[in-house]
């Protein structure tokens, strides 16, 4: 009677205490920041289930599990919550994320593309964060600041979380197998442009004829992803030239920075350098890379991106830029919330963990400590014994910009160790856009965008990786784009500028 007694009593004790729910009474210190944080569970609470799902530019790594194991110590400790890793390779990841989001499956935390981020808006699949950031990601606040949070914004609520990276963009960047450009004396340093860029390209080709000079960096994505000298304002239907020096919203594919870009791969492409199958690849960028055939791919530049891409590719990196570093809004990843969580406060507080404290976000793009990777005498990291790029079970680093605070993680061998400084420092070296920190809301011409939408995936690849003729395909997509709707988005896109403009003091 008595042990029953005690079990009914432990029940009704379990029952208070999951009621109380995450907006207890109990404070704490966060760990990494050092202020008081408000909504801490109490110690009876129990363990909630988190569903996050990110994107991977490789494969996924074979040892998820065991770094979510590590990952739930602390979180189970911390914000008394147990957390599902879902990775998904980039190329399927827009299509299963939004199947996901459209069904039932449990989803509480997202890694959410600039692309579709007016379509979850106006599906009601995102949840607004103003409230739960206050009370639950006091933490994410004081990282982003302001002038960063002020990028998540959309239709006048907080919808997502900007990362804080590398926010000015290396356009025009090339990443080049090092030890090709020592065999053939090319001093990567020392192209600026697409003309002494073609120059290394002919003399790699000329003596490697059956390399693949240059791809793309993801499937799915031209190489115009990195060589653009506009503003996009998010979807490039309508945009700002020369990287948003002016508020005028114009058609892209009418400007000469387009045609100009499209001639560069033309030529190319006719001068096979691009694979002939380049628009229905399955790899490219780094695994291409890492396969042994490839010279080139495109990517962003920024402090530390050599070694970056070593790690992603197995070989060493030299990179070049021919165009100038842009910063805009792009809001190319961010975080979200879904809709249908059922934990949005729980969600918040794995997000706060994320942003600031550097056991997660370590684990998150380089595994476990002595496992996957060692901690060096200079405080870099590296590499155990007998691992490298091919055997390693866990390696993200090349998604270490997508976690939230890049700036939280260790340094990987190689970099300067105060890359973190010195990439705080190249932000400001960016061009900045003027419309920066305006997100488009295309909810109001969702009909044309949609058919805009097909139009141009239609020509996209083909066009943008030198496979045709650029003036013959731009003259009739452009007349296609103009009947599918595309000077009504660009009016309302102007509309939208213009009053986020007005209420800036933008001019």
């Known amino acids: 009677m008595k042990k029953r007694f005690l079990a009914v009593l432990l029940v009704c004790v379990m029952l208070i205490t999951g009621c109380s729910g995450s907006k207890g009474n109990d404070t704490g210190k966060n760990a990494s920041t050092g202020t008081e944080a408000t909504g801490t569970p109490s110690e009876k609470e129990e363990i909630t289930k988190l569903v996050v799902a990110f994107r991977t530019f490789g494969t996924t790594p074979t040892d998820v599990k065991k770094v979510q194991q590590k990952l739930n ?14 990775i998904i390779p980039s190329g399927s990841y827009k299509q299963q ?19 579709l981020i007016a379509s979850t808006y106006s599906a009601q699949q995102i949840k607004p964060l103003d409230e739960l950031i206050k009370t639950y990601g006091q933490g994410i606040q004081e990282t982003l600041g302001d002038t960063l949070l002020r990028c998540g914004y959309f239709a006048g609520n907080l919808y997502m979380l900007p990362i804080r990276a590398d926010t000015a963009n290396g356009m025009g960047g090339f ?11 090319i001093d990567a340093s020392s192209i600026d442009s697409y003309e002494k860029l073609t120059e290394a390209f002919e003399t790699v080709h000329k003596n490697e004829p059956d390399m693949t000079i240059v791809a793309p960096y993801s499937v799915g994505y031209s190489p115009l992803q990195f060589n653009v000298t506009w503003d996009k304002l998010g979807d490039n239907f309508g945009v700002l030239e020369q990287g948003g020096q002016n508020l005028k919203v114009v058609n892209l594919f009418e400007t000469q920075e387009y045609k100009d870009y499209l001639n560069v791969f033309r030529n190319w492409y006719q001068k096979v350098y691009i694979s002939n199958d380049v ?32 790690n992603s590719s197995g070989y060493d990196i030299v990179s070049c830029q021919v165009l100038p570093a842009l910063t805009v809004t792009g809001n190319n990843w961010s975080w979200a919330i879904p809709e249908n969580t059922k934990t949005p406060e729980k969600a918040m507080e794995f997000l706060n963990l994320m942003y600031t404290d550097p056991d997660v976000i370590n684990l998150l793009a380089y595994g476990i400590e002595g496992e996957h990777y060692v901690v060096q005498s ?13 055997n390693s079970g866990y390696n993200m680093g090349n998604m270490v910009w997508s976690f939230g605070n890049e700036f939280n993680a260790y340094v990987w061998n190689g970099n300067d160790p105060e890359v973190w400084k010195k ?6 070296t960016g061009v900045i856009s003027k419309a920066y920190g305006f997100t488009y809301d295309n909810t109001p011409v969702s009909n ?8 141009y995936d239609q020509h996209r690849m083909s066009l943008e990786c030198g496979v045709v003729d650029p003036e013959s395909t731009l003259k009739e997509m452009n007349k296609k784009l103009y009947d599918a709707g595309l000077q009504t988005i660009i009016d309302e896109k102007q509309k939208q500028l213009d009053e986020w403009a007005k209420q800036n003091n933008v001019k």
């Open 175 to 185: 990443m080049l197998r090092k030890d090709i450009c020592e065999k053939y004396n």
């Open 448 to 455: 044309e965008l949609a058919a805009v939408q097909n139009v």
């Open 423 to 428: 990439t705080d420092e190249w932000n400001k």
């Open 378 to 390: 200079d405080g870099t990291i590296n590499y155990p014994e007998g691992v490298d790029s091919s």
């Open 73 to 86: 110590e602390i979180t189970k400790e911390k914000i008394k919550a147990e957390v599902e890793l879902m």
């Open 279 to 310: 628009t229905n690849a399955t790899e490219a960028g780094a695994p291409l890379m890492k396969a042994g055939n490839l010279f080139a791919y495109t990517q962003a530049t920024k402090p530390g991106i050599e070694v970056q891409e070593k």
């Open 97 to 115: 994320l939004t199947l996901m989001l459209a069904g039932d499956e449990q989803l509480d935390v997202i890694g959410l593309p600039s692309s």
